[in-house]
């Protein structure tokens, strides 16, 4: 089984507002992963988070707060967004060991508009 | 640093033709994995191979087949016969792993395939 699961598929969050994006895996994997991808642009790193504890941050600004309760959840927590965050948000995971376990599988995403 | 480069950024093609996409990496490492997605209009991005910077077999699954020469440093992909359902943006990544820590993927541009009847 190799799904990731994240909700919701769509939001639409005004700027002042506080909500969560959810992303959920049962593949026994160690390291979980948020991108941000615009229209026709590939994937950007957000997060990393390994052994639940944040390994990556790739200087993502701090209105995006993640968190990861435990190795199966991986939250993304959103306040005070701009227009310009508007964007797919992807959750991935991998095993977290050498050799050839370190494929990223991803799940559907969630589509979000700020207004 | 990385780089992958993937130069066509839309392809068209009828159904049933055959289509190869290119894909170009620079590394200075000398273990690292290289990946292909499918991006269908859902969103979700779909696993299509890894191969390792060791390997340099072709790999044939189905329709899909993946040439892969570090002579040239590039890993094409063709679909042979395409179908409608191929239709999709495909992205090239690199990951340069290291034993223990969470791979970072570098993701090509990607190609849009559009298969038309």
């Known amino acids: 089984d190799t799904e990731v699961t994240q909700t919701p598929k769509h939001l639409v969050m005004g700027m002042t507002n506080k909500k969560s994006l959810k992303c959920e895996q049962h593949?026994?994997?160690?390291?979980m992963y948020w991108y941000k991808q615009k229209a026709k642009k590939p994937p950007e790193l957000m997060f990393v988070?390994?052994?639940?504890?944040?390994?990556i941050n790739e200087s993502v600004p701090s209105r995006f707060s993640p968190e990861c309760p435990n190795s199966s959840l991986l939250n993304l927590h959103l306040h005070a967004l701009q227009p310009e965050d508007s964007a797919l948000y992807l959750c991935?995971?991998?095993?977290?060991?050498?050799?050839?376990?370190?494929?990223?599988?991803f799940g559907p995403g969630t589509r979000l508009l700020v207004l | 640093a990385q780089k992958v480069t993937q130069a066509q950024t839309e392809i068209s093609v009828v159904e049933k033709e055959d289509v190869t996409l290119d894909c170009v990496y620079e590394?200075?490492?000398?273990?690292?994995?290289l990946f292909w997605y499918k991006q269908p209009p859902s969103g979700e991005l779909v696993f299509l191979i890894r191969?390792?910077?060791?390997?340099?077999q072709n790999e044939i699954s189905g329709r899909y087949s993946w040439n892969f020469q570090k002579s040239t440093s590039s890993f094409n992909f063709t679909i042979t016969a395409s179908q409608v359902v191929d239709s999709a943006v495909y992205f090239c990544?690199?990951?340069?792993?290291?034993?223990?820590?969470?791979?970072?993927?570098?993701f090509g541009t990607g190609t849009r395939l559009q298969v038309t009847l």
């Open positions: 991935a995971s991998s095993q977290l060991s050498g050799g050839a376990l370190e494929t990223q599988y």
């Open positions: 593949m026994g994997h160690r390291a």
């Open positions: 988070y390994s052994y639940e504890k944040l390994s």
């Open positions: 590394t200075r490492d000398t273990t690292y994995y």
């Open positions: 191969r390792n910077s060791f390997d340099e």
């Open positions: 990544a690199l990951s340069n792993l290291r034993t223990g820590t969470a791979s970072k993927l570098t």
